[in-house]
């Protein structure tokens, strides 16, 4: 490094964030960027330490440390501090397909693993990755390459999300033919309907795919392959050398509860995706109201909500529930609250499970006073009134306690602890349970007994010939930087079967 005492010279500073009370008036992003020279002090933080866990992306504990995609953290780091934005792209983009995706929505899995933070605050690498990536597109650095010779060979990738994006664009560099099919009417999958407009602007992944096409890289809308019979699997078999299955784990884990045929119930992942998309459709029209910002999506307006589900989509729920004018929120966590700090069986460079206050969470606390979390606590029975309309929900607390058959551990409900909690929505964030069943039954492709797509370890090659299966309809529901690296890798394995050799 540049700077070898920077480290001790430089405390973390991060990017300043609008206060809750302006970020909820809107839904555009709220996390701001640092001035290039407080971004290079930052970057200088780097130790160029003698084993980086934050570029190694391995399995420890079952969970992931560093970088899935392996970026080269150090050396990013280092033409950072030094000024070298324009270097510093071109080493990102050697690894890297969508920095500007992850500098927003990843959680920093390089950072959790940095050396810095073993004793002090991790280097702000996430921050570091936004800058380089802003920098390049603000100065027409970011190209998509464009073939100069085409293979012949054609690629079909049924999924727009992060891992399908990631595959298409290595492989149409290569010279394949590529061709995006879409099930919703806008490109993009997850990173569009799936994650809020504060997270990741929707503006981010249009110039991206502008990029794309003009690559060469061709995109079909409302294309529902499997269930429409003009995008059945006999038509990509038969007109493609290779299919890719990107379609994500898109099947929600239900709540098997009395009354869950209750109106006003429903699941995350199709609320958020309801809310962007009228959100795109009206231009992000706001309705001006007397003291509210009022938006097209009405059906959250003075009403008590309850989210189920601790992570990261039941906090977007939360999130949007305040921006829409909620009444009230809570949200049910059916864990303990983790630790405030990292306990002996946890050490770094594990992934810290600690308490982490996330967006959501702070703008309820600003908007109704306290954390909407309850922990151990999970929902009994939904309660309609006469017109079969949600009107409040039963809740329960959970205890830990052995399966006498499988030995593991489990939350059950403790008898006399039920309390009635008003609720006139119910968001369902609990988890997906792998790929729908249409998608994966139609091309004919085997599933683990997790219901993900079944393939041989270190491979994405199906039991079906020349049919792929990449992301988390692979791997279950995980993070978008574990997307864009098996899309990658996976272009990889694609074109070494097409071709009987592979330079990607």
């Known amino acids: 490094m540049g700077k070898v005492t920077g480290f001790m010279e430089y405390e973390r ?21 640092l001035p290039l020279e407080e971004q290079k002090k930052q970057a200088a933080r780097c130790m160029d330490c003698g084993v980086p866990f934050c570029q190694a992306g391995a399995m420890i504990s079952g969970m992931a440390s560093g970088c899935p995609l392996h970026n080269l953290v150090p050396e990013l780091n280092d033409l950072i501090y030094r000024g070298n934005l324009k270097q510093a792209y071109r080493r990102l983009s050697i690894t890297h397909s969508f920095p500007e995706f992850t500098s927003r929505v990843c959680p920093a899995l390089c950072e959790a693993a940095c050396t810095c933070g073993l004793h002090d605050e991790p280097v702000s690498t996430k921050e570091n990755e936004k800058t380089v990536i802003e920098y390049a597109y603000a100065n027409g650095l970011v190209r998509e390459i464009t073939p100069k010779v085409r293979t012949g060979k054609k690629v079909a990738v049924i999924g727009s999300g992060p891992s399908g994006l990631a595959a298409a664009q290595l492989l149409n560099m290569r010279g394949h033919s590529v061709t995006v099919y879409e099930r919703n009417d806008r490109i993009g999958g997850l990173l569009r309907y799936g994650i809020p407009n504060m997270k990741l602007d929707k503006s981010i992944i249009d110039r991206r795919i502008n990029l794309m096409e003009e690559a060469g890289i061709s995109f079909v809308t409302n294309a529902d392959a499997g269930r429409d019979k003009k995008y059945s699997a006999k038509k990509f078999l038969s007109e493609y050398d290779s299919v890719i299955l990107a379609c994500g784990a898109s099947n929600p ?6 009354g869950r045929d209750a109106k006003g119930i429903y699941f995350a992942v199709d609320f958020l995706g309801r809310v962007t998309k009228s959100l795109l459709d009206s231009d992000f029209k706001i309705l001006e109201k007397k003291d509210k910002a009022l938006f097209p999506f009405n059906e959250v307006a003075d009403k008590n909500v309850v ?37 002996g069986g946890n050490p770094w460079p594990e992934w810290p499970r600690v308490l982490k206050t996330d967006y959501g969470q702070e703008e309820a606390i600003y908007k109704f006073g306290n954390d909407p979390r309850i922990y151990k606590t999970t929902v009994k029975e939904f309660v309609k009134d006469k017109s079969g309309h949600l009107k409040e929900v039963i809740i329960v607390s959970l205890e830990a306690k052995k399966d006498e058959k499988t030995g593991r551990m489990q939350m059950v409900p403790m008898e006399g602890t039920e309390k009635k909690v ?83």
């Open 253 to 258: 884990r239900d709540i098997k509860a009395p």
């Open 307 to 343: 989210v189920i589900g601790g992570g990261d989509t039941g906090n977007d729920c939360v999130g949007t529930s305040i921006r829409l004018g909620a009444k009230s929120v809570i949200q049910l966590e059916m864990m303990p609250e983790p630790p405030k700090e990292r306990l």
């Open 422 to 504: 008003p609720a006139d929505l119910v968001l369902i964030a609990a988890g997906f349970l792998g790929s729908e069943n249409y998608v994966t039954e139609s091309f004919g492709v085997e599933l683990d007994n997790r219901t993900n797509v079944k393939t041989k370890n270190g491979s994405f090659a199906t039991n079906k010939e020349k049919v792929y299966a990449v992301g988390d309809m692979h791997r279950g529901q995980s993070l978008v930087v574990w997307a864009i690296a098996e899309g990658r890798s996976c272009a990889k394995e694609v074109d070494k079967d097409l071709m009987g050799y592979t330079n990607l």
């Open 13 to 33: 500073v991060v990017g300043p964030v609008s206060s809750e009370e302006e970020r909820i008036k809107n839904f555009n992003e709220f996390h701001k960027t």
